[in-house]
């Protein structure tokens, strides 16, 4: 029962973290319209429009934050592991714990302070610069996004640890170990 449950939870956390992706895709997109008729407009009256530059650097915190969490279900992030390579394989699953958890702690910091600092932006409505656009509108997006990379992170160190502790049989624990942490190697694609 608890298995079912946990594993709806964690289907409705990725379904989010799925759609979050996409609303990010749909910033970018949308940020490559800004740039390109901010540059048309330039080209046409020797002059920019305003809104090009902040409304790009909103739209670029919304394609950051959105998709984070997503990139980590699809272990889609940079990884460095030139030192794990060299450790056995019950010893790395363990270090990948421990990375797991060092992120959560890093990430509900982060996610911790973004809440001061929307708190601070709706105090003493702050504004952008230029088009005087309420930054409380935006904040939001980069919470949520660390929300749910935040509940993404829960979902893989309760994936790990239960990989790591209740393993059927040693080839069994190897592959839940892979299927929680993803592919052990990096996938080289030739073009």
């Known amino acids: 029962m608890v298995v079912r449950v946990g594993g709806f939870v964690a289907g409705i956390i990725e379904s989010l973290s799925g759609f979050a992706c996409r609303l990010g895709a749909l910033a970018v997109f949308a940020m490559m319209l800004l740039i390109t008729f901010d540059v048309v407009y330039r080209f046409l009256t020797a002059q920019s429009t305003l809104m090009a530059e902040e409304g790009g650097g909103f739209l670029l915190l919304l394609a950051t934050f959105l998709p984070v969490a997503d990139l980590m279900?699809?272990?889609g992030h940079i990884v460095v592991d030139i030192a794990i390579r060299r450790v056995p394989d019950a010893p790395a699953a363990w270090l990948r714990l421990v990375t797991y958890l060092l992120a959560l702690v890093y990430v509900t910091v982060v996610f911790?302070?973004?809440?001061?600092?929307?708190?601070?932006?709706t105090t003493l409505d702050r504004k952008s610069l230029v088009l005087l656009f309420p930054f409380r509108y935006v904040q939001p997006f980069m919470i949520l996004g660390l929300a749910l990379l935040w509940l993404v992170l829960v979902v893989l160190i309760?994936?790990?640890?239960?990989?790591?502790?209740?393993?059927?049989?040693?080839?069994?624990?190897?592959?839940?170990?892979?299927?929680?942490?993803?592919?052990?190697e990096p996938v080289v694609e030739e073009l």
Request: no cysteine; hydrophobic share 45%; proline share 8%.
């Open 73 to 75: 279900r699809r272990g």
């Open 158 to 184: 309760v994936r790990h640890v239960h990989a790591l502790l209740w393993p059927a049989a040693p080839e069994e624990r190897a592959e839940a170990v892979r299927r929680a942490h993803g592919p052990a």
């Open 112 to 121: 911790w302070q973004s809440i001061v600092f929307q708190n601070q932006v």
